[in-house]
């Protein structure tokens, strides 16, 4: 059977990744689909309403009666008839005026990309395949969510990494199988939480170390030679299975105990609500023209359409562990084996399997040798963080709320991945955004409200997959608009009085019901 260049080009990578992973190729990339599949969110598949071809998307919100279109068939030179807005008596006329006009854009591909198939939210890319949410990588195969990779296969929420197979939430890392949660990392096999280690297999929660194995250093000469072994035992279950079991479903099998750990306090402390609740009322006033009072009473509405935290418990204390499943990994880790991340370093500096356990570990036993030390932490806090309250993995950032995934961020509340943005209130994965309220996967908003896949726009409500738009409503699949409703110019008196109306109407029924029946994910259903 033919495959197409792109397949073929990443088929070879993997091949030299394997090679380089597991000293041997185990067969073509496509053999193991199901297997890179187990690691990732994978993509949604709809038909284009243009032309009936495949439509991949990466998000899963859109309404499911809605119209898809692929990326490649938008017209953005179109002209729209004018729509009469004299008798527009609200956002329930407007949308049936307008749901014509209306389709979400799969297959989104931006930027100087090249060789991308069945992905969508893609940029500035080359060769990616069944892949999704990714910019400046190249080489990726069945993989989702990040940023500066290559040669990336069956692999999740991956920065600056290279050479990585069915890894999760790494960054900096180098030649890894089945690392979950590693930072600066190199040649880790099967490991959990590690920083700045280097050849370590099955190791959990461990820091600046190298050469280990079930958490006990080995001397560089023994630890290559249980390596080499490991690796073997690896690439030959690999061929005939066409599979590996997963670090979780190794765990699964072992031995558990309650992990005995001193009382350790948290380094987070929370605090500075009452300043997101300030800066949330000021933002609401700017962008919906009435200022909204106590978060916690629009957190259900502000939380919908986002990947959303779970509250779980230690192990080792009981205390609250905060966990969002979408970050860490798709494969669901086991309750009973979760910590706090300060008892999960305590946990990896004192304790670890034996030398000899260590010198014959094998793919058979290894549930059995390391059912002691495989506990997980699942929060994240790395570099000045100040303020930040019920939160989730947090890196720089400071007066944030009930949100996840936060780099350089601040006055942010309700939504996953506020990286370099500010003032953004229910969301999800926003970069360089501000002062923007329910608006998801977009980058260099400002003051816009249920917007999602935008770019460089400013002023814009319910609009989807527009760039460089400013002062925009209800506008789909354009480019380069000002004062504009349903895809039309119509002046900036015209907008201003359309404009005040929907958001009269929207204030008037966020502030009496906590809630909106429109958002910009349901506009676009037919039914």
């Known amino acids: 059977m033919a495959r197409s260049e792109t397949l073929e080009a990443l088929n070879r990578r993997f091949k030299g990744a394997c090679k380089i992973l597991l000293k041997s190729e185990v067969g073509d990339i496509w053999e193991f689909d199901d297997y890179l599949d187990g690691m990732i969110e994978v993509n949604r598949h709809e038909k284009s309403h243009v032309s009936g071809k495949d439509v991949v998307l990466g998000i899963k919100e859109y309404a499911a009666d809605a119209r898809f279109v692929s990326y490649d068939e938008i017209d953005y030179g179109k002209k729209y008839a004018p729509v009469p807005l004299a008798g ?44 999704a949410l990714y910019g400046d990588c190249k080489y990726m195969y069945k993989s989702t969510l990040g940023r500066l990779n290559e040669d990336l296969f069956g692999s999740h929420g991956c920065g600056e990494s290279q050479f990585c197979i069915r890894c999760t939430q790494t960054y900096r890392d180098r030649r890894c199988f089945e690392a979950w949660m590693t930072q600066n990392c190199a040649d880790v096999y099967y490991s959990f939480n590690l920083d700045f280690c280097s050849e370590c297999m099955f190791c959990f929660n461990l820091r600046n170390r190298h050469h280990c194995i079930g958490n006990v250093q080995l001397e560089p000469e023994e630890y290559f030679k249980v390596k080499e072994r490991l690796l073997a035992e690896m690439a030959q279950m690999l061929k005939r299975d066409k599979a590996l079991p997963s670090l979780v479903e190794i765990l699964a099998r072992s031995s558990w105990s309650k992990p005995k750990i001193p009382d350790i306090p948290g380094t987070n402390q929370g605090g500075g609500k009452v300043e997101v609740e300030r800066e949330f009322s000021k933002t609401t006033k700017l962008v919906l023209g009435t200022e909204l009072r106590g978060i916690d009473s629009y957190r259900e ?7 959303t935290i779970l509250r779980l418990k230690s192990a080792a204390s009981g205390k609250d562990v905060l966990f969002l499943p979408f970050v860490v990994a798709l494969p669901k880790l086991p309750d009973n084996r979760l910590l706090t991340m300060e008892e999960a370093l305590w946990l990896g500096e004192h304790s670890a399997i034996s030398q000899q356990e260590a010198k014959s570990i094998s793919m058979a036993n290894a549930h059995e040798r390391i059912g002691g030390i495989g506990f997980f932490p699942i929060e994240f806090w790395e570099g000045k963080n100040a303020f930040v309250t019920d939160s989730y993995m947090s890196l720089h950032t400071s007066y944030c709320y009930l949100t996840s995934a936060m780099v350089e961020a601040k006055y942010c509340a309700c939504g996953m991945w506020p990286r370099t943005s500010e003032h953004c209130f229910g969301f999800d994965s926003l970069l360089d955004c501000s002062f923007c309220v329910k608006c998801y996967n977009s980058q260099k908003l400002q003051r816009c409200f249920e917007c999602d896949s935008c770019n460089s726009s400013s002023d814009c409500y319910f609009c989807h997959n527009v760039e460089n738009c400013h002062d925009c409503l209800f506008c789909f699949n354009v480019k380069n608009l000002k004062y504009a409703v349903g895809n039309v110019e119509v002046g900036k008196e015209e907008y201003a009085r359309v404009k005040r109306m929907v958001q009269d109407e929207i204030a008037a029924k966020v502030a009496k019901e906590k809630k909106l029946a429109w958002s910009i994910y349901g506009i676009g259903a037919r039914k």
């Open 88 to 131: 527009a008596a609200g956002i329930d006329s407007l949308v049936s005026a307008l749901l014509g006009r209306f389709a979400y854009a799969g297959n989104l591909v931006i930027g100087k990309s090249s060789h991308v198939e069945r992905s969508a939210n893609i940029s500035d890319s080359h060769f990616v395949y069944d892949s």
């Open 301 to 307: 509405w502000l939380l919908e359409h986002t990947h």
